[in-house]
């Protein structure tokens, strides 16, 4: 068991464990960041410019 090697393999896979939610929890929130602003457009805030080719060209 972990708590056989000492308090230091503890910490090693604590520290391992923190890294791994960290990594979890910032890929859900990019995900969930990406799908609200595919569904909801108007999330991303209002737009000051042209932001496609075609806004490019019909402006021109």
């Known amino acids: 068991m972990i708590l056989e090697h000492g308090d230091e393999s ?4 604590a520290t391992y464990a923190c890294f791994l ?3 979890a929890v910032t890929a859900f929130f990019t995900i969930a960041y990406v799908y609200i602003t595919e569904i ?5 805030g209002p737009r000051v410019g042209p932001s496609s080719w075609w806004d490019k060209r ?3």
């Open 40 to 44: 909801f457009p108007s999330a991303r």
């Open 10 to 13: 503890l910490v090693t896979v």
């Open 58 to 60: 019909v402006s021109d």
């Open 21 to 23: 939610a960290k990594c």
